[in-house]
């Protein structure tokens, strides 16, 4: 967080004071850096109107693994998709040519996930086609080189196309990531708004096969597809499919732990947005379990659309919705939506983008519903200086300048990308970001797809999970965030995806950390199944940087006692 009061330079006392919490003492600013950061992009559809008016999106992810991370952003049908890559200091530049994607085609949006498990994050982008011409929709699946280029492999890996049709259609938006049959690699989900919605389960091969009828078995003919998710909302560590669509065809769809899915839609009492586009999830009232927000539309004298849904969890495979009674409902004609705790004080918020044509909807505002911890929220856009009135698509959220807090990409349709940097400032408000390998264990997804966290901190406990999904177009990075408020150390309680457990106590805030996944042998540091000295190099450097997985004895204190710890099990050996 930057503490500088320049930032706050032409923000009324008035607007402080509305996002200026008076017990914990932090103020949140958000100012457009888009243009000094170097995130300078045009949208570019060939066409006004049509398919491509809902698109634009992208994608961010650490593509060439210097821990800082990268956007991917769609071009548009007259324009050409980017890749901007992070400097090492919040600044980027352009390198879509030299690394192979700066395709040109009406590119919808993105998923980012290691597809392979080599290691490097590969790209998933929908395609609406290529200029005026939607039967040439074909997807892309961008593999990571590992040496700053990708290669397009979607025919040979059998996700080029999406379509229900003997001819190929271009209707791909959301695609997503996730690890449903629990096999420790990505499958994928891509929504498609004529039908072309598709599962792919992935043969650990560098191909998929295509499992929709069998899988999912109810009819995803009818679903005009805009964002999928893998999400265990159930707490069995199996993702359910949670598939946001138009014109009340959203779904629930509950993972029955046998590689198939049972449409549970209506008793979920779920799928109530009129025109479902954008998915997102948190649990927003604190009680361990993931709810569900679905943005809509409504018109501006609230008599035509449902709005946005907030389905809160009632732990039983069913959801109340309560978005009017949280102050949520109301945002016009929205579209991505993301939910993250932008003010650090424990409680996650909800931001979503707006856009459309006619007089009203052309100048929505994005909205940030701030989360105020007795399950209402209160629209703090304008007061934090994030002012968006474009024609805003997909959203994605990164800590672009890795200093803690949570900065805003908004994907606009024929308008440039914006980028909001948070500036949050204040004493109170600690913080904590989660990244995660997963290399070592067979069973568990790549970079910790499935990963649930208790954060216990003063008593206060909240459940985070990494899910990676689409909020409309969109995938924002692949780290799990949350604000302390004023609270120094914390509890962390990781459970895998495979059901194994990790709890680390006394964990420093305002720090971000990789947890890595290990066996039962603490010495095996690089998780290869025996010991040697590249386990020594490990734990050295772990102990070195009070990284809280070395600090064995778990006291909250690095010093001989975790040494001779290890020291004991390397002599001991692995069973």
Known sequence: MLGSTQNLIGMSAVALAAITSPTLAQTLAFQDRTNEVGLVHLHNPALPFGMEYMASGGAVGDFNNDAWPDVFVTGGSAGVDRLFINQGDGTFIDMAPAWGVDRTHAGSGAAVGDFNNDGYLDIYVTSLGV???????????????????????????GVQTNSIGLTPIGDAFG??????????????????????????????????TDVTPAAIGADMTLVRGFAPAFVDTNNDRSPELLWVADFYTSRFLLNNQDGTFTDHTIPAGVGLESNGMGNTQADFNADGLLDWYASSRINAALTDGSGNMLYLNQGDNTFSEQSVAAGVNNGEWSWGADARDFDCDGQPDILVTNGWFGPYFESDPTHLFLNNADSTFTDIASASGLVHTGQGR?????????????????????????????????????WIILDFDTSGIPDLAPNGFGTRALITADSASHTLYLAGG??????????????????????????????????????????????????DCVADFVVSGSL??????????????LHPQADLVNDGVHNF???????????????
């Open 131 to 157: 200029a005026g011409d939607m039967s040439g929709g074909t997807n892309l699946l961008y593999r990571n080189n590992g040496d700053n280029t990708f290669t397009d492999i979607a025919a040979d890996a």
């Open 175 to 208: 695609a997503a990531f996730g690890d449903y049959d629990l096999d420790g690699d990505l499958d994928l989900a891509v929504a498609g708004w004529y039908g072309g919605n598709r599962l792919f389960r992935n043969n650990a091969d560098g191909t998929f």
């Open 394 to 430: 997909g959203v994605a959220t990164l800590d672009a300048d890795r200093d803690g807090d949570m900065d805003v990409l908004i994907f606009c349709n024929d308008q440039p990308l914006a980028y909001f940097e948070n500036q949050l400032a204040g004493p109170n408000a600690n």
């Open 470 to 519: 689409s909020n409309f177009n969109a995938t924002s990075e692949l780290i799990l965030h949350s604000g302390l408020g004023d609270s120094n150390t914390l509890t962390l309680a990781i459970t895998w995806s495979n059901g194994s457990t990790l709890t680390l106590d006394h964990v420093p805030a305002s720090r971000r950390y990789t947890i890595t996944a290990r066996t």
């Open 532 to 545: 040697d000295f590249a386990d020594v190099l490990a734990f050295l450097s772990e102990f070195a940087d």
């Open 561 to 575: 006692s975790d040494v001779a710890a290890f020291l004991t099990a390397f002599g001991t050996g692995c069973p």
